[in-house]
């Protein structure tokens, strides 16, 4: 299907613990984004990407990891998960900078 | 530092009404405005966009924007409980390449 998917969809993990957010796109998009939203401080930027292996942090990027080895591609890492990193995290794409950007479902996860 | 400012709400309009959301933006060089609308659990979905001064329309929506006053709205007209949800104004300033700036959104309640 075309569009923009993100997997898991839910995950609970441990503090400490790697965990790897997925997020494909068909569209062919140059650009990538990821987020988090968390009540009261609505969508937060973490990293994102103009191209394949162009990354750059965003307002939010400690604790976290991306690559973009395929422009269809953008994953993001966290090292060693933390509790304030509970959270629902989206995945969005766009054409450029100027056009509007397609957000993908989210994984809402949560480190115990 | 690109601001978007909206009241949180929540807006509370019955059943029939127009409800008016309001939005303003820090950056005099932006040049894309984009409406999103976000069910609670959901990912945010595009509703309108907007990119010169005046009005567009499509279907019962109306987005408004006046770049001297730095201030972007959206009109829903014959309200219904279906329009229940969180509206998020985002601004596309520069061209940078972190793309969008959001608000954190305007809750809004259709009372039947």
């Known amino acids: 299907d075309a569009g923009i998917t993100q997997s898991p969809r839910y995950k609970i993990t441990e503090t400490g613990r790697q965990v790897t957010l997925m997020c494909h796109q068909t569209?062919?998009?140059?650009?990538m984004f990821w987020y988090r939203q968390d009540l009261g401080h609505g969508l937060r930027l973490i990293y994102y990407?103009?191209?394949?292996?162009?990354?750059d942090k965003g307002e939010v990027p400690d604790g976290y990891v991306v690559s973009r080895s395929k422009t269809e591609n953008f994953p993001l890492t966290l090292e060693s998960a933390t509790r304030s990193q509970t959270s629902v995290y989206f995945c969005a794409s766009s054409e450029s900078t100027y056009n509007e950007q397609f957000f993908g479902p989210g994984t809402r996860l949560t480190v115990l | 530092q690109k601001e978007v400012e909206q009241n949180s709400g929540p807006l509370s309009v019955p059943e029939g009404a127009i409800a008016s959301l309001n939005c303003t933006y820090s950056?005099?060089?932006?040049?894309?405005f984009f409406w999103y609308r976000q069910y609670s659990g959901k990912s945010p979905e595009l509703i309108m966009s907007?990119?010169?001064?005046g009005d567009k329309e499509d279907g019962r929506f109306t987005a408004q924007l006046n770049k001297a006053s730095q201030y972007v709205s959206l009109l829903i007209r014959d309200s219904q409980p279906s329009d229940s949800a969180t509206y998020l104004c985002a601004v596309s300033s520069g061209g940078g390449a972190d793309g969008l700036t959001f608000g954190k959104g305007t809750h809004l309640i259709i009372q039947p």
């Open positions: 569209w062919s998009h140059s650009y």
């Open positions: 907007i990119y010169s001064n």
């Open positions: 950056d005099r060089v932006s040049q894309s």
């Open positions: 990407s103009a191209a394949a292996d162009i990354t």
